[in-house]
Nanobody
Framework: QVQLQESGGGLVQAGGSLRLSCAAS????????MGWFRQAPGKEREFVAA????????YYADSVKGRFTISRDNAKNTVYLQMNSLKPEDTAVYYC??????????????????WGQGTQVTVSS
């Protein structure tokens, strides 16, 4: 069982930056591929980024490539999402998720085993 808790969301102007954190419980964090997803009002939840359990492989949605960076600190059981050059269309609730021994290129949310409660990111124009 893994519990995930996101933090770091907030209100930021277009062009600004935010760093989201996701803290995980348990001793097996380093076995999980970690992903970030987001859901904007009236839209389906979509994949944003993922990082393999080893930390060696990353995968990004085209919409965030070059602006967002996913990283992890296994000693702290935490995964991060650094978001730069934010746009109003990045406004959404952001969720982190964990997939045991998963592939970071798997963008289907159905493969993820555990989810956080989400953190709101609002980008004003």
């Amino acid at each position: 069982q893994v519990q995930l808790q996101e933090s770091g969301g907030g209100l930021v102007q277009a062009g600004g930056s935010l760093r989201l954190s996701c803290a995980a419980s348990g001793r097996t964090f380093n076995r999980y591929t970690m992903g970030w997803f987001r859901q904007a009002p009236g839209k389906e939840r979509e994949f944003v980024a993922a990082l393999s359990w080893s930390g060696g492989y990353t995968y990004y949605a085209d919409s965030v490539k070059g602006r967002f960076t996913i990283s992890r600190d296994n000693a702290k059981n935490t995964v991060y999402l650094q978001m730069n050059s934010l746009k109003p269309e990045d406004t959404a609730v952001y969720y982190c998720a964990a997939d045991l021994w998963g592939s970071p290129s798997q963008t289907n949310e159905g493969v993820y085993d555990y989810w956080g409660q989400g953190t709101q990111v609002t980008v004003s124009s």
